[in-house]
């Protein structure tokens, strides 16, 4: 259980109307249905109407227009989800950890260390690498030679940062991430293949979160880029000389093939696959499991899927769609 505070002092510090009490103890966030007496939710979805009225929230975040349907105390609010996330991060605050760096960290001494960081067991640091203060570096990660990694940044378990990357500010990256290695480079010759030196860096701009177990390729020639505010979900591959836009987020298990170029305020759905040297300009949206073969200039959602249907009937509209001229 988080923090508690009253339903008026929460309205003061994050903004929105408040319509019921005032006196109200919030301690923990909840969705409609599993929310007690205690609990805070929000209503931004119609398909939830029933359990907006049978809800044992103490306080709905809601819309204006969604209010008729709300009879307790009520947050209005034009974007009840944002103010939901506030709410959230209020009531659930990270723990803090104590400032130190633990005595079976091996940190080469030509580093360069910060202010109040933490650095965590059988952490591995390689020369010359540069930390700014507030960093805090979980077990077992690995950082080498000559990467940078901005103030405040998060670094969890077991995450391997190679060489001459370089990381923003309040950049979070999670367990098992892998930051800056090859890129898929190889020539073919006499029958072989023949590896292509990466000799690009991975560079990450401020308040980008990297999810668990996702792998972002250094730069053949070029660097490979995520620019600030980006957000990345788990298990997403990003390949070498990729630019991705301001803002942008990425969904689970998506693959972007080299030297892409994704815009700005793009959101990419779950699996999608993007083929390489393509560019997706601004203001994109890319529906889940969608494959893009062909760059797109024009903001707006893009689908590139078949619809979901038994296999029979799959097979047959397959066939129509192959007749079609």
């Not at 103490?58 to 034009?78: E, M």
């Not at 944002?82 to 960290?105: D, G, M, R, T």
């Not at 979160?209 to 730069?219: A, K």
């Not at 991705?244 to 892409?260: F, H, K, L, R, Y």
């Amino acid at each position: 259980m988080g923090h508690t505070i009253t339903s008026g002092d929460l309205v003061k510090k994050l903004g929105g109307e408040l319509i019921g009490d005032s006196n109200i103890l919030i301690n923990s966030v909840a969705s409609l249905e599993t929310a007690h007496k205690n609990s805070i939710s929000f209503f931004n979805n119609p398909r939830y109407k029933d359990l907006l009225k049978t809800t044992k929230a103490a306080v709905v975040i809601i819309d204006r227009d969604d209010l008729p349907d709300r009879s307790g105390t009520s947050i209005v609010i034009d974007n009840p989800y944002l103010y939901f996330a506030k709410v959230s991060q209020l009531l659930n605050p990270s723990k803090s950890l104590k400032k130190e760096v633990h005595k079976s960290a091996i940190i080469h001494p030509s580093c360069k260390l910060g202010q109040d960081i933490y650095i965590g067991p059988n952490v591995v640091i390689d020369e010359n690498v540069s930390i700014d203060d507030d960093v805090v570096i979980h077990a077992g990660s690995m950082i080498e030679a000559d990467s940078v990694i901005g103030k405040a940044s998060v670094i969890h378990p077991h995450v391997v940062i190679k060489a001459n990357t370089v990381i923003g500010k309040n950049c979070t990256i999670y367990a098992g991430c892998v930051i800056g290695s090859d890129g898929f480079g190889y020539a073919k010759g006499d029958s072989k293949w023949l590896a292509i030196p990466q000799i690009g860096r991975v560079i990450l701009g401020d308040n980008v979160d990297i999810g668990s177990n996702s792998t972002i390729d250094r730069g053949a020639l070029d660097d490979t880029i995520i620019s600030s505010g980006v957000k990345i979900d788990n298990l997403v591959q990003i390949g070498h000389n990729c630019m991705i836009g301001e803002n942008t987020i990425i969904a689970g298990c998506v693959g972007i093939a080299g030297s892409a170029k994704i815009g700005k305020n793009c959101a990419i759905g779950g699996a999608a696959m993007i083929l390489g040297h393509l560019s997706i300009t601004d203001d994109v949206t890319i529906s889940p499991g969608s494959m893009i073969t062909r760059s797109i200039k024009t903001s707006g959602t893009y689908t590139a899927l078949m619809p979901f249907q038994n296999h029979e009937a799959w097979l047959k509209t397959a066939a129509k769609i192959r007749r079609l001229k």
